[in-house]
């Protein structure tokens, strides 16, 4: 990979990610991110890549940068200051990911170099992405969380904000809890809250259901699955995460709507809507992500070299 002789295509790409404010992606996005300027350098030279910026939105921002493919150069910042790397370190990274102030992510940006893979000639691409720094994806299935613990309201005054949020083109909508890694992903957000989940057995009681995004009117409890079920259930083929002895449809106007109870366990309970609680909303599957993106590129051109057994005029 690293003496290919042939021109190649290669993308480098700075990904730079911006969310709003500390509170999580729904705050005011509208980052806008300025690629780096094309350029060119000779074989095995390291290059200065200028032009990379960020403007907008407000708070902290998160941006990347990675080559398209590997095994043809690096990407170094040669300005650290103030940054937190989720991927990569800055120093001869293919790939990186990092978040700071607008001020610190810019001089980092303004510091970008290339350095060409030994023997590598031809075109590299860098691709870049810049979001807000609290728009971290769960891993496990890409989408993005935000918990809203600005005032309690009832479950029903929840489901209809977090249908009316949007962060980068993606419409929100409480949180469905669908596998064990994103119940653990929720619960790092909400710490020892509680908080309103996506949902209700309001339609028939006993069968419940997720209300929102991909998986609305998808049934993940019924009876058969037992109280205080915490896996996946063999009648509905659906994950749960029940506290003991839960959902009991405790009361004499019953509990209809689903919330993560306080602590930390993160286990579901059954509870009225006329109970107010924080809730956590899932960008995820409705819509598509259009965060800022760009397109450098880096012409790798053959080292010029003076043939052998040859003078050069000098006269
Ligand atoms: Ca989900
Ligand atoms: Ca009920
Ligand atoms: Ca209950």
Not at 56 to 81: P, R
Not at 91 to 115: C, H, I, K, P, Y
Not at 152 to 171: E, F, I, K
Not at 228 to 233: I, M, N
Request: net charge negative; aromatic share 10%.
């Amino acid at each position: 990979m690293h003496s290919r002789r042939i021109v190649a295509i290669v993308a480098v790409v700075a990904t730079a990610g911006l969310l709003a404010l500390g509170s999580g992606p729904s705050s005011a996005v509208g980052e806008v991110l300025t690629a780096g300027t094309n350029t060119t350098t000779a074989s095995g030279t390291p290059v200065a890549v200028t032009g990379f910026n960020v403007t907008g939105g407000s708070g902290d921002v998160q941006v990347s940068l990675a080559t398209s493919v590997s095994g043809v150069g690096t990407i170094t910042l040669g300005t650290l200051t103030g940054l937190t790397f989720s991927s990569g370190d800055g120093t001869a990274d293919e790939s990186m990911a990092f978040r700071g102030t607008l001020a610190n992510v810019n001089a980092a940006l303004a510091s970008v170099s290339f350095t060409p893979a030994p023997g590598f000639v031809g075109v590299v691409t860098i691709n870049s992405q810049a979001s807000d720094a609290d728009g971290v994806a769960n891993p496990d299935n890409g989408h993005y969380y935000q918990f809203v613990n600005t005032g309690d309201v009832t479950w029903a005054a929840a489901n209809t904000a977090a249908g009316g949020m949007s962060y980068y083109g993606l419409t929100g909508y409480l949180a469905t809890i669908t596998s064990q890694a994103e119940e653990d992903f929720v619960q790092s957000k909400i710490g020892a809250a509680e908080a309103w989940i996506g949902g209700s057995d309001a339609g028939t009681e006993g069968d419940w259901k997720w209300v929102g995004g991909p998986e609305a009117g998808t049934t993940f409890w019924l009876a058969a699955c037992t109280t205080g079920l915490q896996g996946v259930c063999g009648t509905t083929g659906q994950f749960n995460f029940w506290s003991a002895s839960e959902p009991n449809n405790f009361g004499g106007p019953g509990e209809d709507n689903l919330q993560i109870v306080a602590g930390g366990s993160g286990f579901w309970n059954d509870f009225p809507d006329s109970f107010t609680l924080p809730y956590i909303v899932e960008f995820g599957g409705l819509g598509s992500a259009t965060f800022p993106t760009g397109v450098t590129t880096v012409t790798v051109t053959a080292a010029v070299a003076v043939p052998s057994g040859r003078t050069n005029f000098t006269g």
